[in-house]
């Protein structure tokens, strides 16, 4: 598949439900949808977009084939709700859109980007340390059940 026919676009309410399907896709697949991801994938405005946070999606022509979210938990981004629709997968697109959303944070001047994942998600955490991500402990309170790794990538030296 040629990546250059893709595009990656800002949050627009008429792809929030592409946003929902996404993600309950691999969720359904991997876990199952917690309350918390039923709450930020069904009010993506309210839980992520009016909180200051970030949503992306990738287009293939008319079509949104991926997604990614910056929560913004405060005292740091959260990298979140990153899918890329099953058709689409192993063609890079990941790596395109990870890539976009670090170079999003960097012109933000953010110092840093966290984010939660299952290491059973063993293509996703080669990606994320192929990226530079690297592991955090993890708290004992994380806003994910099945989250068991915490990692983050530093993208500018502390002054």
Not at 30 to 47: A, C, G, K, Q, S
Not at 74 to 84: G, R, V
Request: glycine residues 4%; charged residues 25%.
């Amino acid at each position: 598949m040629n990546t250059s026919a893709i595009e990656i676009i800002p949050f627009e309410s008429k792809h929030k439900q592409a946003f929902y399907n996404l993600n309950a896709e691999w969720l359904d697949t991997h876990f199952y949808i917690e309350t918390y991801d039923e709450m930020v994938l069904r009010n993506p405005e309210t839980y992520i977009i009016d909180k200051g946070g970030f949503i992306f999606f990738v287009k293939k022509e008319n079509e949104i084939i991926g997604t990614a979210a910056f929560i913004n938990q405060n005292s740091y981004y959260e990298l979140s709700k990153m899918a890329i629709s099953p058709k689409y997968r192993g063609f890079k697109i990941g790596e395109k859109l990870i890539t976009y959303c670090i170079d999003f944070a960097k012109k933000q001047h953010w110092k840093s980007i966290t984010l939660y994942s299952n290491r059973k998600l063993i293509a996703a955490i080669k990606l994320y340390q192929k990226m530079g991500f690297t592991e955090l402990p993890l708290e004992k309170d994380v806003h994910y059940e099945r989250a068991d790794i915490k990692m983050m990538l530093e993208l500018q030296a502390s002054v």
